[in-house]
Nanobody
Framework: QVQLVESGGGLVQPGGSLRLSCAAS????????MAWYRQASGKQRDLVAS???????NFADSVKGRFTLSSDNVKNTVYLNLNDLKPEDAAVYYC?????????WGQGTQVTVSS
């Protein structure tokens, strides 16, 4: 079982930046697929960004050019770097792992974008 712990959320003004962290309980080198989802109040949970085998990344159209992914294999952590934040980016952000037939979710971290 993979345990995921997110951190880094908070309150930021429009145009600001945050870095979200997802720390895994095992080496991320062995995890073929990791992703970040977000869920705004009253809305469905949507895929924001993913990191697949070979370091292939994908981003939702709404965040392309503003969000990036990075990772630290020593810390077993994947980061979602949020830049030029907009009010519509406000949501609970969840880390997701798919390994074999199993999927795992973190507990989520709240991002609030407000002036």
């Amino acid at each position: 079982q993979v345990q995921l712990v997110e951190s880094g959320g908070g309150l930021v003004q429009p145009g600001g930046s945050l870095r979200l962290s997802c720390a895994a309980s095992e080496t991320i080198i062995n995890i073929p697929f990791m992703a970040w989802y977000r869920q705004a109040s009253g809305k469905q949970r949507d895929l924001v960004a993913s990191l697949g085998t070979g370091g292939i990344t994908n981003f939702a159209d709404s965040v392309k050019g503003r969000f990036t992914l990075s990772s630290d294999n020593v810390k077993n952590t994947v980061y979602l770097n949020l830049n030029d934040l907009k009010p519509e980016d406000a949501a609970v952000y969840y880390c997701y792992v798919r390994k074999g037939l199993s999927v795992y979710w973190g507990q989520g971290t709240q991002v609030t974008v407000s002036s």
